[in-house]
């Protein structure tokens, strides 16, 4: 279980969120606060809209009404540049790593500075940099790889890597062990609980791995039928007799 | 009545498709002229497909001059008009053959590459990745990849035709014991910038047309891995019709200015 102390400062808000795709409400007024150093976990079942409401929070969909806000900014008040600014501030991590096929590793982490002179000024020689992102998660040997000679955790630590690259502030972590072995999520998690503290990242994570949510996890909350149905800490909603809750817990 | 239907239903969804990639058309004029660049993208695009279509263009090229003449040489022997061969080649190849062979060659070989590239990049969220990391995707993959068939054609079409109009030459040279410098002067003593330019002009429109319908349906991709394969076969089917279109209205265009 995660022991760490988050501050009660806010570092994005969302408010009454909602979206469709024609009849079908994925989001249907959704709410939630996330601390700055908290890893807030969220939980629901497969199509229950929680990969839709991670892109609507990085802009990746649009969202159909309600608010984002990443920092005292509102997403949807922003336009192209200051997004993709805001973005360096946000690390997200893809369920499938959604590493570049055709660049090798070093490649693959050089790509996200180069349109970011203003945040780390004119970058002469990124090795180092990407050199401490692969330390980070201890894959330095791999430089000069291709993704295709990579193993599945391989490259979702390469990718997390590209994620930190940019120091953001906030990661978000789209089903981050889904389709490892215990043995490699469990690497992942400790992993990013270790860029949690190094770092001190806030963190949304999205699973419907329970193990994955009671190792990480300082807050939970339960996407149900695109609403927040619960919220609390691992405990509380492990003791929950809503039978809603305990399926996910059985 | 249910055909009737479905004949509506086709023709909504085909008019559907032309809209949005006429949407896609002019989004890429807008990003086209805005910074960043992407250079050297560019540069790097403009390399891999002419160096991959470069081997395909030369080998069709040359067999399509040394099959046209073989065809044609019996029929202009009858007539007693062998000696408009180097002409008639060179002025259906520059004019017609060429361009529109060589821009269906590259729909096959470029288009299909773009659509699946960029389809498979769309559904293993490598595009999303992009996004997310402060890079204009629509700059960086679809404007690059148009701008360099737009300007990758060209050469190609003018590579394939100098190797088919040799082709012609080493049959009329076996055939007809025609010397290298003879059937060179006739073939150059036959063209017309009437015929360079009209033909140089809608060889940059096919170029433009490959590169737009392989992004358009490798960006929008859907299906997941299935959708790849479709986004790949349908640029390529979409592209060749729309060479045919676009080569028809050239024509017309051409034959209004031959009038004036």
């Known amino acids: ?250 | 009545m249910n055909s009737i239907f479905k004949i509506i239903e086709l023709f909504k969804s085909f008019l559907l498709e032309v809209g949005e990639l006429s949407y896609f058309a002019g989004r890429f004029f807008k990003e086209a002229f805005k910074s960043p660049s992407e250079f050297k993208e560019f540069l790097r695009q403009c390399f891999y497909m002419g160096n991959r279509s470069l081997l395909l263009v030369a080998v069709t090229g040359f067999i399509i001059g040394l099959v046209f003449t073989l065809q044609s040489r019996p029929t202009l022997q009858e007539f007693g008009a062998v000696s408009w061969m180097p002409s008639m080649v060179s002025i259906s190849l520059i004019r017609e053959i060429g361009p529109i062979i060589t821009a269906l060659i590259c729909a096959g070989r470029i288009g299909s590459g773009i659509g699946a590239e960029l389809g498979s990049m769309r559904v293993t969220e490598q595009i999303d990745a992009m996004e997310v990391s402060g890079t204009n995707p629509f700059k960086y993959l679809v404007v690059t990849r148009i701008l360099a068939t737009t300007f990758m054609l060209p050469i190609l079409v003018f590579f394939g035709d100098t190797i088919a109009i040799f082709g012609s030459f080493l049959v009329e040279n076996i055939k007809g014991n025609v010397s290298f410098l003879l059937y060179y002067n006739q073939v150059f003593d036959a063209l017309e910038f009437g015929d360079l330019i009209p033909a140089t002009i809608k060889t940059f429109f096919f170029g433009f047309a490959i590169g737009l319908v392989g992004c358009f349906k490798g960006y929008y991709c859907k299906k997941g891995t299935a959708g790849v394969g479709l986004a790949a076969n349908s640029a390529v089917v979409f592209t060749s019709m729309l060479l045919f279109i676009i080569d028809f209205v050239a024509v017309f265009i051409t034959d209004i200015f031959y009038d004036l």
């Open chain 1, 1 to 250: 279980m995660n022991t760490s102390t988050p501050n009660q400062k806010a570092i994005i808000e969302i408010k009454d969120l909602k979206k469709s795709y024609g009849d079908n409400h994925v989001l249907d007024g959704f709410n939630m606060v996330l601390n700055e150093g908290e890893n807030l976990v969220i939980m629901g079942k497969s199509g229950s809209g929680k990969s839709v409401m991670i892109k609507c929070l990085i802009g990746l969909e649009e969202h159909d009404s309600g608010t984002v806000v990443i920092m005292g900014k509102d997403i949807s008040e922003l336009n192209r540049e200051e997004l993709d600014d805001l973005r360096t501030e946000v690390g997200f991590l893809f369920q499938g790593s959604a590493l570049y096929d055709s660049m090798t590793v070093r490649e693959n982490l050089e790509f996200p500075l180069r349109r970011h002179k203003k945040k780390f000024g004119k970058i002469t020689d990124t090795t180092p940099l990407v050199m401490e992102a692969l330390e980070n998660v201890g894959l330095a040997h791999t430089i000069n790889l291709m993704p295709e000679e990579l193993s599945g955790g391989m490259k979702r630590r390469i990718a997390l890597a590209r994620t930190l690259i940019l120091q953001p502030k906030i990661i978000l972590y789209d089903e981050p062990t889904t389709g490892l072995d215990p043995i490699t999520a469990k690497e992942i998690l400790l992993l990013m609980m270790s860029i949690q503290k190094k770092y001190n990242t806030s963190a949304i994570i999205i699973t419907h791995d329970v193990d994955c949510a009671r190792m990480i996890s300082n807050r939970m909350i339960l996407l149900v039928d695109g609403i927040n149905y619960i919220e609390g800490t691992f405990e509380e909603l492990s003791l929950s007799t809503d039978p809603k809750v305990q399926a996910f817990f059985k």
